[in-house]
């Protein structure tokens, strides 16, 4: 326990003097870098735009209430492609999480060498580029539409869902794979038999997750024009039509609550 | 014991695996719905075949780019982009993670009383609810373009992440470390200090450099509605079809993510 002696008495300390030194640096290292980046952000800043922000604000706000709430007829189609882009979108991406999974868990991997270092590349290039980035990309290869957002939306999930799985294949139980094997069970038996019950429930539970925030992303894809409710968005914009803009945000958020909800419903069922 | 019968099948029947879902009604009602949405939700989408077939050679060039990227010809775009996408995580993350803990003291039901449990509970709720990318276009349009938007987007949703997560945290910490601090006589803030902050510390830095890693990721695409860093000049390299220079971007933030998530491995490994 540190402690500091004056006169007689010795008093408790939280830290050791080196400790509270190399805090103390740490600190300032971390202060001096925030101030760095400060003065980087307030350069490359209008500060005139700034100062008048509140009656922006404002202005934006006025122009923007009531929503015009008869817009909403127009807006059916775009969120049925919204919810179809999200589910596609999550089918396709699990179809191909799932061999990519065991390929890159510890346990079912056919070579520790070579091909879960292949899946493990694939799992962090797909999971670290935003589905925003993979529709601008597809829509530059296959044009605008609703298939790019599934698509995008496929690519950027398989990542997520690969990696959540293959940590639930690493832990799952080996003595019921054992006793599988015992039996004589071939390597695809063993797979049906002793490792897919066990990882079903995760696999459920994953799927619903990734649903839930694919169907909040697919709301802004239309901004890049993959489709979906974000086109409106993206239109109305555009016009500066901003009754229609509160609405559609209004309709975002009624669809992210809900989809949340939903998600949470299912998996509490599930686990 | 029907959980019993599931392994017991009757005598001269082979056994078959027991389904997922328990309820046969359930099962086939989910089955048939699902099936049902499916055949609607492909019979709604509109695919231009002829336009895919044309992008495939589009999408190989692409793929190609990915073994000569080109970092040259763009470098000092590439590098003010990433510059300022990093200079947008770091201040954000900090500025963020400052706001987040009053307000995740605030959303512990068993440090906060009531009414600042249900403000804290409901800032968090309105962060969660809005994406990044919608609240950037509304701060674009309110401070101008510029990293400052982006930089309050990112700072405004690393509150919602962590606040929720660490009061959570908060939540189930143990009692009995807290009430031998009250009952040696502490202040309000020599309790939080001494009886809360040391038990959750490990949280805290682990999902602090977790949001650092989503908030660069994030960073990477508000360029795209202006609101600064490496998005734009993406944006640009991808509408001029410039797929090397596009690929050594991309090629850019995944070696940061990964070397994020590394080092983020080794600082919790060793916190925890």
């Known amino acids: 326990m540190p402690v500091r002696e004056s006169g007689s008495l010795k008093l408790w300390q939280r830290r050791t003097q080196r400790e509270s030194l190399s805090h103390w640096a740490l600190w300032l290292i971390g202060i001096a870098i925030f101030a760095y980046c400060w003065q980087q952000i307030s350069e490359a800043t209008t500060w005139f735009f700034v100062w008048d922000a509140p009656r922006i604000t404002q202005d934006i706000w006025s122009r923007a209430t009531p929503p015009k709430w008869e817009y909403i007829t127009q807006l059916g189609k775009p969120i049925w492609d919204t919810l179809n882009i999200a589910t596609l979108g999550t089918i396709i991406a699990l179809i191909m999480a799932v061999p990519i999974a065991f390929l890159a868990a510890r346990n079912t991997t056919p070579s520790l060498l070579l091909i879960r270092p292949i899946a493990l590349l694939i799992i962090v290039s797909t999971r670290s580029i935003n589905s925003l980035i993979w529709a601008l990309l597809l829509i530059a290869i296959i044009g605008p539409g609703v298939f790019a957002g599934v698509i995008a939306i496929a690519i950027r999930s398989i990542g997520f869902c690969a990696k959540l799985l293959y940590e639930a294949i690493e832990e799952i139980d080996t003595t019921q794979v054992e006793a599988i094997t015992a039996t004589g069970a071939s390597r695809w038996q063993i797979m049906a038999y002793g490792i897919v019950p066990q990882i079903m429930p995760a696999f459920a539970g994953i799927a619903v997750f990734r649903w839930d925030i694919n169907i909040r992303e697919s709301t802004v894809l239309g901004l890049v024009g993959a489709g979906g409710i974000g086109l409106q968005l993206s239109s109305s914009l555009n016009v500066l039509a901003w009754p229609q803009v509160s609405l559609i945000l209004l309709v975002i958020l009624a669809a992210v609550v809900i989809s949340e909800w939903v998600s949470a419903k299912v998996r509490a069922a599930i686990i | ?272």
Not at chain 2, 132 to 139: D, G, M, R, S
Request: charged share 15%.
């Open chain 2, 1 to 272: 014991m029907s959980g019993q019968d599931a392994f017991t099948p009757p005598i001269g029947q082979p056994w078959k695996k027991p389904p997922f879902v328990k309820n046969a009604g359930l099962r086939w009602l989910l089955i048939l719905g699902f099936a049902a949405y499916l055949v609607a939700a492909f019979m709604t989408i509109e695919v231009n075949w002829s336009r895919v077939y044309e992008g495939l050679e589009r999408g190989k060039q692409f793929i190609l780019a990915f073994t000569s990227p080109d970092f040259t010809s763009r470098s000092s775009d590439i590098w003010d982009g990433m510059v300022e996408s990093i200079v947008m995580t770091i201040a954000s993350s900090v500025v963020g993670i400052a706001i987040s803990i009053p307000i995740a003291l605030g959303a512990a039901r068993n440090v906060a009383p009531l009414p600042i449990y249900l403000i804290c509970r409901g800032i968090i709720a309105i962060s969660r609810a809005l994406q990044e990318i919608i609240v950037a276009i509304l701060l674009v349009a309110i401070f101008g373009f510029g990293p400052l938007a982006g930089f309050l987007t990112l700072s405004f949703a690393t509150i919602g992440f962590l606040s929720k997560l660490l009061a959570e945290d908060i939540e189930s910490m143990d009692r009995v470390q807290a009430e031998a601090i009250k009952a040696s006589g502490a202040r309000w803030m020599q309790w939080i200090n001494y009886g809360v902050q040391p038990q959750v510390m490990p949280r805290l830095i682990g999902l602090s450099i977790y949001r650092l890693d989503i908030n660069f990721r994030e960073s990477a695409i508000l360029g795209l509605v202006g609101a600064g860093g490496i998005g734009a000049t993406l944006n640009t390299a991808f509408d001029r079809y410039e797929y090397d220079t596009a690929a050594a971007i991309l090629i850019t933030i995944i070696v940061i993510v990964m070397a994020l998530e590394y080092l983020s491995g080794i600082i919790r490994a060793r916190v925890q």
